[in-house]
């Protein structure tokens, strides 16, 4: 008789690939057989996963249709299986799987797709922060400023892609009222999403805004951010930005 973390070792590893042989002999099934009961975990499995995958991803299946999407979620759930209790902790790595899926080859906004629908999920379940207070900046010597790390709200994601993502964004949202048509040679995205005031929003950046916050979620010291940012832009306008970002709760900390 196996020990007990092994059998649920092996019905994990059933479910997950469709091979019962192992376990079909620790199993007695009344009224049926080992391989039918296991086959019922297995399709109830796949079905959920696949469904929050699609929860996540409705522009994604919009895009491919939802014979193709079935079809990608069931080699995406093969090669990475929940590791969490919550499924909507389930579908990052998605747009990493699409850029290396080879059906998906002729479509290579797809991945930048997928990267903005999963930065909307991520921000609506991100956990709260309080805002930055800012009398705590005053006990900070101005001496040390460039050695401060700010950092940005936990919903905050920021995405770059050489594709139109907002413009193919707005086309796949309930009521869209434009032409139809996306350029997809029209020009990339640089965008922050986020959530403020319970909502989450979606918005542009230009290339010194987006250095600059992208060099403080990665945990660069203020002065290497600004350096990079005004390279980009000499003129960028340091104070006022980063007053804006501190009242919408942007940074935090």
Request: hydrophobic letters at 45%; zero cysteines.
């Amino acid at each position: 008789m196996p020990a007990l973390r092994d059998l649920q070792l092996n019905f994990v590893e059933a479910v997950l690939s469709g091979k019962f042989d192992a376990l079909v002999g620790s199993i007695h099934a009344l009224g049926s057989t080992p391989e039918r009961r296991l086959g019922i975990y297995r399709n109830n499995t796949i079905s959920n996963l696949r469904g929050a995958l699609r929860e996540v991803y409705p522009i994604i299946e919009q895009l491919v249709g939802a014979e193709f999407f079935s079809g990608a979620a069931k080699e995406f759930i093969a090669a990475h299986p929940s590791t969490s209790g919550d499924l909507n902790d389930y579908g990052d790595g998605f747009a990493d799987f699409l850029a290396g899926f080879p059906p998906a080859a002729e479509l290579p906004y797809l991945p930048d797709v997928a990267r903005l629908e999963w930065a909307f999920e991520r921000a609506y379940y991100a956990p709260d922060h309080a805002p930055l207070e800012l009398q705590r900046l005053g006990e900070v010597s101005p001496d040390h400023y460039g050695d401060l790390r700010l950092k940005l709200h936990p919903a905050a994601t920021l995405i770059q892609s050489d594709y139109p993502l907002s413009a193919i964004w707005e086309f796949h949202q309930p009521g869209y009222e434009g032409d139809g048509f996306i350029d997809l040679n029209a020009g990339g995205a640089m965008m922050l999403v986020t959530r403020r005031d319970m909502r989450t929003t979606m918005e542009p950046l230009d290339q010194a805004e987006f250095v600059f916050l992208k060099l403080l979620q990665e945990n660069q010291s203020f002065v290497v951010a600004v350096t990079e940012a005004l390279e980009r832009d000499p003129a960028f306008p340091l104070q006022e930005r980063l007053a804006a970002r501190v009242m919408q709760g942007d940074i935090v900390d």
